[in-house]
């Protein structure tokens, strides 16, 4: 974990280290369907700046949730995709979507 040098004790805190902030989790739970490239990233998320997008993206690949895989064709071609850990909150974005729906959406 490249975030946080001192040991954390609290699993929450240590999850939120790695998958805090405002745009992380949205990214990874964009992912969670499908592999997609920069740009359908960007689409669903459309709120957020192609810099920070980009941030993000590698934050997330450092620490090992996401694969970036660059395809040497002309034009250049990015994918990002989950890793096996990223796909392993997968349950986990589930219950905050059914959490989401119940408590804040139909309110």
Same mark, same amino acid.
């Given at each position: ?9 609290? +699993? ?14 949205i990214i990874? !739970? ?15 998320? +459309? ?20 694969l970036r ?5 002309? +034009?250049?071609?990015?994918? !990002? ?14 219950e905050l ?11």
């Open positions: 974990m490249a975030k946080s040098e001192k040991k954390i004790n609290c +699993p929450v805190t240590a999850t939120l280290e790695l998958i805090g902030g405002k745009w992380k989790t990874l !739970y964009c992912l969670s369907s499908s592999t997609k490239r920069f740009g359908e990233i960007a689409v669903r998320i +459309p709120n957020i700046s192609r810099k920070v997008l980009t941030e993000q993206l590698k934050e997330l690949e450092n620490d090992g949730l996401i895989e660059h395809y040497k064709e002309i +034009p250049p071609r990015v994918e !990002y995709s989950l890793t096996d850990l990223g796909k392993s909150l997968s349950p986990v974005f589930h979507e059914i959490w989401g729906t119940e408590n804040v959406l139909n309110k």
